[in-house]
């Protein structure tokens, strides 16, 4: 009868395309999770393959190798993190609050468990050359994107150099908070230094 | 004929015991290289008493644990660079320039092979609770050190709470500089950011 319905053949091919794409998302979610808990040495695909309750043969299909299931893990997490970190700005408050709520959500993304997972890649891509190379363009891409975005947000389109590297220092303390954050909760004291940067910031931009 | 000089027997050991404290500098130095370069995995005892130069069983009546190992490294590590910090900020010029000098300098501790070394037992800290519980009263300790001569370096003696969370608020960025610092040569952006923001901070003691 559906066969019958006019409708172009495609679509009846569709389940299966949708069930490989959300294995390879299941798998793609798992290793962010076995990343920020377990660590780069325990990040591998019949692991991660077990965690996302995939078969091992159907994760291998998915990535043949580790490289390929890592760069692609952190290819995404760029993206969506690109992705919310746009329509967050896009919501941001006007006014004198402005500049501290996008200095929280810069940082926002650097204590995530995102962050985290991408963290131990960083780290194992430190005494690995070939991880390197592969990480490096995705690293780049995401920082040129978190960057325009902050400019954007806390000073609009302007080509002041002066903006741009504050908002390099922002960032750069944004990702020291992250880094503080892994060994205990640093909570407390980041809502503070966060508002110490954004009143500094905020002067310094008028 | 010594033991007739009338000089007391303890110093007759001395050359044994300067041996062995050479021996336990030497694996702690080769412990800071093998994690740079090599990172976590690769530092075990026996790596490191190879890059040493050390028999296996020498390394292990000082070091029966990679843990111990890894806790006496940082101990030492960390000791080191207040040693050194404090010294430097004995050094700092006057007037103008003082605080970009000890923001350069702050940055310095957080980019050297050191700080490197520590950030690959970070990241293993990050999923193993054990090693974390060993290291996160040795990276407070230092934590607290930097913040101390920091503060006192660019403020003198003071109990503003807002000199205080600036103070922080640079370690955070030298942190996160650090990090950038990983993958590759950082030097020439981080040097417009450290420059930028020691502008900033001088505005904001002032």
């Known amino acids: 009868m559906f066969r019958d319905s006019g409708r172009p053949a ?5 389940p299966q395309q949708d069930r490989s794409r959300a294995t390879r998302e299941r798998l793609i979610s798992a290793t962010i999770d076995v990343l920020a808990t377990e660590g780069w040495s325990a990040s591998t695909v019949s692991v991660v393959a077990e965690r996302a309750g995939v078969s091992r043969g159907a994760a291998q299909h998915h990535f043949p190798t580790r ?3 890592i760069t692609a893990t952190l290819e995404q997490t760029f993206d969506e993190l690109t992705g919310r970190a746009s329509v967050m700005y896009e919501t941001l408050p006007e006014g004198p609050g402005r500049v501290e709520a996008a200095v929280t959500r810069a940082v926002d993304i650097y204590t995530g468990t995102q962050f985290k997972a991408a963290l131990q890649v960083w780290s194992a891509a430190a005494s690995d ?13 995401f920082a040129r994107a978190a960057h325009r975005m902050t400019v954007q947000a806390i000073a609009g389109d302007t080509d002041d150099p002066g903006v741009h590297r504050l908002v390099q220092a922002t960032l750069d303390m944004a990702r020291g908070l992250g880094l503080a ?13 966060v508002a110490t940067w954004s009143e500094v910031l905020a002067a310094a931009l008028n």
Chains 1, 2 share one sequence.
């Open 10 to 14: 495609t679509p009846v091919r569709k």
């Open 67 to 69: 490289e390929s299931l």
């Open 129 to 141: 050359p070939g991880l390197r190379d592969l990480i490096r363009p995705l690293e780049r891409k």
């Open 181 to 193: 954050d892994t060994l205990s909760d640093d909570s407390a004291r980041r809502k503070q230094v």
